[in-house]
């Protein structure tokens, strides 16, 4: 099954997000077929950030690389990456109850 391109993924994440009542936005615009996809999630005691994880069947997932950490540590994360994806997308999340709105298939 072909991949999804990295636009239409995120506008459907997006749209996930805000009918949860969640803010997000796109901080940083990748590539709109195959930028990799980054989420961070603010909470009150930090930022998680989750990264492309490779899956066999070559569907989108995620897993968390960074957990509670303060935000200027995903910004150097990030920036790091983009040296090697400077197609790379960052999304940003913010929810009270503190959701990624992942699927569990798209998590490991």
Not at 26 to 48: K, N
Request: hydrophobic letters at 40%; glycine letters at 8%; one cysteine or more.
């Amino acid at each position: 099954m072909p991949r999804l391109r990295a636009q239409v993924w995120v506008d459907a994440y997006i749209r996930r997000c805000r009918a949860a009542g969640a803010y997000v936005s796109i901080s940083r615009r990748g590539d709109e077929s195959a930028g990799a996809v980054f989420i961070e999630c603010l909470h009150a005691d930090g930022v998680d950030l989750y990264g492309p994880r490779m899956r066999e069947d070559g569907a989108r997932a995620f897993e968390r690389i960074l957990e509670r950490v303060p935000g200027f540590e995903v910004a150097e994360r990030i920036e790091r990456e983009a040296k090697f994806d400077s197609d790379l997308w960052l999304v940003t999340v913010e929810d009270r109850e503190g959701r990624v709105f992942l699927m569990d298939d798209e998590v490991g």
